[in-house]
């Protein structure tokens, strides 16, 4: 089966515009992280979804940021009123178990923002 | 924030010559786990090692954990071209809650001469 997906795979934006990133975990995986990776870092954590429960939002880095995770499946990462600071790679990932086992990384997303 | 330190940041070693990178952690681990990325895109997961475990073995890599030190190694094996990437290190900790979210080192850069 496909691995986990994201869109866009690069996104360049100017400096106070919105963005939305997409990732599509594997299919029937009920655990989905957000991380961002700035250049030459590790990687972040930023938000955690486990089936329909309430989202783990302690890693966002302020409130300009949100996700949500639509029918369990699907999610988006939404910036708003983007800084340069918010320049990073977003990796999503999946996994069929919170925690005990491997999580499975999209190919992420490459946010500019000018 | 990050959990801990990997050692060195960068290595660089001959094809067939043995690569070890180090990785120190801070806090508590259920347990933890070695990825590699290349070209700063999505992540493939190498090995996890729990923390009543202290040496895992897969193909060409080792893996050992010392809880009383709050230190693993990671071992790659005659090393090939193909093995050049970035390694980091990811725990796994009691105390993130439920989203059991991975907390990662800041990496190491291995390049594998040919």
């Known amino acids: 089966g496909a691995g986990v997906s994201q869109s866009p795979s690069n996104k360049v934006t100017e400096k106070g515009k919105d963005v939305e990133l997409r990732c599509d975990p594997i299919?029937?995986?009920?655990?989905l992280y957000w991380y961002r990776q700035s250049l030459g870092q590790g990687l972040e954590f930023l938000i955690y979804?486990?089936?329909?429960?309430?989202?783990?939002k302690s890693g966002l880095p302020s409130d300009r940021f949100s996700a949500e995770r639509t029918g369990g499946s699907v999610s988006t990462l939404t910036i708003q009123r983007t800084q340069q600071e918010d320049s990073a790679v977003y990796l999503c990932?999946?996994?069929?178990?919170?925690?005990?086992?491997?999580?499975?990384f999209g190919p992420g997303t490459r946010l500019t923002v000018t | 924030s990050q959990q801990g330190e990997e050692d060195p940041q960068a290595l660089s070693i001959q094809e067939g010559e043995n690569a070890t990178m180090n990785c120190s952690y801070k806090t508590s681990i259920n347990n933890l786990q070695w990825y590699r990325q290349n070209s700063g895109r999505g992540l493939v997961h190498l090995i996890l090692?729990?923390?009543?475990?202290r040496e895992k073995h897969s193909g060409r890599l080792r893996v050992t954990l010392d809880t009383s030190k709050k230190s693993s190694s990671l071992l790659i094996t005659a090393s090939r071209a193909a093995d050049t990437a970035s390694y980091f290190c990811a725990t796994v900790s009691p105390s993130s809650g439920s989203a059991r979210q991975l907390t990662f080192g800041s990496g190491t850069q291995l390049t594998v001469l040919p």
């Open positions: 090692i729990r923390s009543n475990e």
């Open positions: 990932a999946s996994s069929s178990l919170a925690g005990g086992t491997e999580q499975y």
């Open positions: 979804f486990q089936g329909n429960s309430a989202p783990d």
């Open positions: 299919s029937g995986h009920t655990a």
